[in-house]
């Protein structure tokens, strides 16, 4: 299963519902379409996908972390990394 499809399946076991319909490279925070703790949860699951504790502070969240596009693509270059 791909990095792209484990993350449909984690949007749709949250109950993520504001993104379900949303385009891969729409922005998750700019729009609005998800709140502090969806994104909380969201960055739990990067944390285990990667297997690495991920330091915010260290991270351009809107430049990393804003899209889908770019979720999967953090999560391909960081896999088995430690951040």
Same mark, same amino acid.
């Given at each position: 299963?791909?990095?792209? /499809? +484990?993350?449909?399946?984690?949007?749709?076991?949250?109950? =993520?519902?504001? =993104? +379900? /319909?949303?385009?891969?490279?729409?922005?998750?925070?700019?729009?609005?379409?998800?709140?502090?703790?969806? #994104? #909380?949860?969201?960055v =739990?699951?990067?944390? +285990?996908?990667?297997?690495?504790?991920?330091?915010?502070?260290?991270? /351009?969240? +809107?430049?990393?972390?804003?899209?889908?596009?770019?979720?999967?693509? #953090?999560?391909?270059?960081?896999?088995?990394?430690?951040?």
């Open positions: 299963m791909s990095v792209r /499809d +484990r993350l449909n399946t984690f949007i749709q076991q949250k109950n =993520l519902k504001s =993104l +379900r /319909d949303l385009s891969p490279d729409q922005s998750l925070i700019g729009s609005g379409r998800i709140d502090s703790l969806a #994104f #909380f949860q969201l =739990l699951w990067i944390e +285990r996908e990667t297997g690495s504790h991920i330091d915010l502070s260290n991270v /351009d969240v +809107r430049n990393e972390l804003d899209t889908l596009d770019q979720i999967v693509a #953090f999560i391909e270059k960081r896999k088995g990394t430690k951040l």
